[in-house]
């Protein structure tokens, strides 16, 4: 299983950028898949999670209705547009995956629950 993020760099704030992550030899279509970011010195976050059976989606409170978290099932890709950005949303994002299919992993952000990970893709904004 490979994940591969892409889209990452950097913005002033109010800006926008879209990232992306591709999946390679996993099944995509019952699983939940999530952008995660780790700022230095920080825990590692779950930003947003998307429920790939029904598109279901589920953000933190502090990025709802800055980001949207989607899928293309036919590209095996997931995707985070990230609008009105802000400096504290400078981080590392990563992309995730559950292992084992089926809802159980609804609603979640916890780190614990994705077992797949991408190497990330650094995301800074500047005031």
Do not use: H
């Amino acid at each position: 299983v490979q994940l591969v993020e892409s889209g990452g760099g950097s913005v002033q704030a109010g800006g926008s950028l879209r990232l992306s992550c591709a999946a390679s030899g996993y099944t995509y279509s019952s699983n939940c898949m999530s952008w995660f970011r780790q700022a230095p010195g920080k825990e590692r976050e779950g930003v947003a999670s998307i429920y790939t059976g029904d598109s279901s989606t589920w953000y933190v409170d502090s990025v709802k209705g800055r980001f949207t978290i989607s899928q293309d099932n036919a590209k095996n890709t997931v995707y985070l547009q990230m609008s009105s950005l802000k400096p504290e949303d400078t981080a590392m994002y990563y992309c995730a995956a559950t292992v084992a299919p089926g809802s159980w992993c609804y609603g979640s952000l916890d780190r614990r629950d994705f077992g797949y990970w991408g190497q990330g893709t650094q995301v800074t904004v500047s005031s």
